[in-house]
């Protein structure tokens, strides 16, 4: 039996100062925080500094000016998940059959789930404690649902798939990747790799990689190329199997995503539905 870990012991960066100590001062503030904040090379900042208890405003400057939040907005964002959803929440990544005129293949619904991982159970990917694609497909074979091929629908998230300001060449780079109800490594071709280069369509790349995890072959259909179909949904269905995502906590940051899309892929079954769930 494998002995459980040693308890995370906290090191912050910041801690509280004592009941003691002496209340800032907004003179005090902009003293220490003038000079580093002229600084030309650090472009415009705004801020305002407020005391907690009372909410009084100590400091600001250009407080009122809209500004773009960049990554600090995941804090934020990450933290009202945290306060929201109960520990036990769990994002549902599902397989159903698609309806009886279309036997053999499959729909892989997504739940809003970046952390799929395709590596053997009992290995992490980029995510620890991620759901597993094998087990998704172990459940497949199960249900004895036989499959030739997949579609992916992605439906869940409507709207653009790219914030403003993203550039394209970032998602090669590794940094980005289109926002999609289902994916990979959070999109990345590497899931061992923060950086990694990452998939433009990593909501039909994780169909490609269940469909190959089944052993269909795409160069067994010819004449049906990958396909995008964007008008249907195919959330309902005989279920087949259920994959969840990990617990709240767990996440390395709240994510949204926009975009309706069901995207056809070579290979996949039918029209009962296969969840995975992320422990």
């Known amino acids: 039996r494998i002995p459980p870990p040693e308890p995370a012991v906290a090191a912050p960066g910041v801690t509280p100062v004592d009941d003691s100590a002496a209340v800032p001062t907004g003179a005090g503030l902009a003293a220490a925080l003038g000079p580093p904040l002229a600084n030309p090379d650090l472009g415009v900042i705004t801020g305002r500094v407020a005391d907690a208890r009372t909410g009084k405003l100590l400091w600001q400057q250009g407080s009122d000016v809209p500004m773009q939040p960049a990554s600090t907005n995941k804090v934020l964002t990450a933290a009202a998940a945290l306060l929201t959803l109960d520990r036990d929440e769990r994002v549902t990544t599902k397989v159903v059959a698609a309806d009886p005129a279309r036997p053999g293949t499959v729909v892989l619904v997504g739940g809003g789930d970046p952390t799929l991982t395709a590596t053997p159970k009992g ?4 995510y620890a404690n991620a759901a597993h694609i094998a087990d998704l497909v172990d459940q497949i074979k ?3 649902t036989p499959v030739n091929s997949v579609v992916v629908d992605s439906s869940l998230f409507k709207g653009d798939n790219m914030a403003t300001g993203w550039f394209p060449a970032d998602i090669a780079a590794g940094y980005i990747t289109p926002i999609e109800s289902v994916m990979i490594e959070g999109g990345r071709y590497d899931g061992t790799q923060d950086e990694s280069p990452r998939s433009e369509t990593p909501a039909l790349d994780a169909g490609k990689v269940l469909a190959q995890a089944l052993g269909v072959d795409p160069a067994a259909h010819p004449g049906q190329p990958v396909q995008a179909d964007r008008q249907r949904g195919s959330g309902q269905g005989a279920r087949v199997g259920p994959g969840r995502s990990q617990e709240p906590a767990e996440l390395p940051g709240a994510r949204r995503a926009r975009r309706r899309r ?8 039918g029209r009962r539905q296969l969840r995975q769930e992320r422990r």
Do not use: D
């Open 123 to 126: 290995q992490s990917g980029y």
């Open 142 to 144: 199960a249900a004895g």
């Open 262 to 269: 069901t995207e056809r892929l070579q290979g996949l079954p």
